[in-house]
């Protein structure tokens, strides 16, 4: 968290640079743990994470890649769309349904340079940076049989460890984005003059910039209490519940204040060459990726129905 939070503060496109194995495979084999995990914490092979596909967005259910166990290989076919990193990725994680029952969703353990991964498009976004979230083909992978991450069936349940992590690296940095646009908007309003005075004394600024403030030190004490009690034991249900949240409120924090930041630039806040455009761009993705605000809220929606708001209005 502290690291993408840092990182954004440069440009929220750098954090695929940023190794960040999916947490799920702590609930790998003592091999896989061994062969795949470490080195990957340690910066020496990348692991991508495929899940969605034209048909299977925020509607992780609606996954449709087919595994068939044939002999001592999985045989596998479908598509992937936005499959982030693994271009160039030397392992990925692979969301299927083995069978073609939606009953048994699968996590395989793939590299996608086998034959039959094959990379149909690489989709320009607002986003720029040095990887791609490339639209996939696949045909007729072979998979050994226990190139598999948990069992049969408990596909799902570890993606959602995997969108915990990754739903708190965009709350991180999108508060990270956020301080580095209020800090620039705060020096620019106290240098620029305009009647007479630096614009930072007018109301209508200063109020822009107490709001920015407000937001920033919301989302942040949010952000930094959910991680804290996740690296604290928090069970898997309820870290699924606060990441929804925090990703939610930190995106939505995080859109508000950089064009607020913006908007205090005035047309100097659009010029490529200011560092505010940039942020600009790269923080409205954020609303977007691993789940819509929309999802988040009907997440947040379920976890109530199921749990009570408790899990949101308590303390412990």
């Known amino acids: 968290m502290i690291v993408n939070e840092e990182v954004a503060k440069a ?80 392992l990925a994680l692979l969301t299927t349904i083995v069978d073609s029952d939606p009953k048994k969703p699968t996590l395989l353990i793939i590299n996608p340079k086998t034959k039959g991964y094959n990379i149909k498009r690489l989709p320009s976004f607002m986003q720029r940076s040095g990887h791609g979230h490339p639209e996939v083909d696949i045909r007729d992978i072979k998979v050994p049989a226990d190139a598999m991450l948990g069992e049969v069936g408990q596909g799902f349940e570890l993606t959602k460890d995997w969108f915990v992590e990754a739903r708190l690296a965009i709350a991180a940095r999108s508060i990270g984005m956020a301080i580095r646009a209020t800090e620039l908007a705060e020096a620019y309003a106290a240098k620029r003059v305009q009647f007479g005075r630096p614009i930072g004394d007018f109301q209508a600024i200063e109020f822009m910039i107490t709001e920015m403030a407000a937001d920033i030190m919301t989302g942040k004490s949010m952000l930094y209490r959910v991680c804290a009690e996740i690296d604290g034991g928090l069970d898997r249900k309820h870290a699924h519940a606060k990441a929804s949240a925090t ?36 923080v409205r993705l954020e609303r977007i990726c691993e789940g819509t605000s929309e999802i988040q809220k009907v997440i947040i929606g379920g976890h109530i129905r199921k749990r009570g708001l408790d899990v949101y209005t308590g303390w412990s």
């Open 11 to 90: 440009t929220g496109a750098l954090w695929g640079r940023v190794w960040l194995p999916p947490m799920c495979l702590k609930d790998g084999t003592r091999e896989q743990k061994e062969e795949i995990l470490r080195p990957a914490c340690a910066g020496k092979v990348f692991v991508a994470f495929c899940t969605s596909e034209p048909g299977a967005g925020s509607d992780a259910g609606g996954v449709r890649t087919s595994a068939v166990l044939r002999g001592n290989h999985w045989v596998v076919n479908g598509e992937k769309c936005f499959a982030s990193f693994s271009e160039g990725a030397d």
């Open 247 to 282: 990703k939610w409120y930190c995106s939505e924090a995080g859109w508000r204040v950089v064009d607020k930041a913006l908007q205090i630039f005035g047309e100097r806040g659009a010029m490529c060459e200011n560092p505010v455009e940039r942020l600009h761009r790269d």
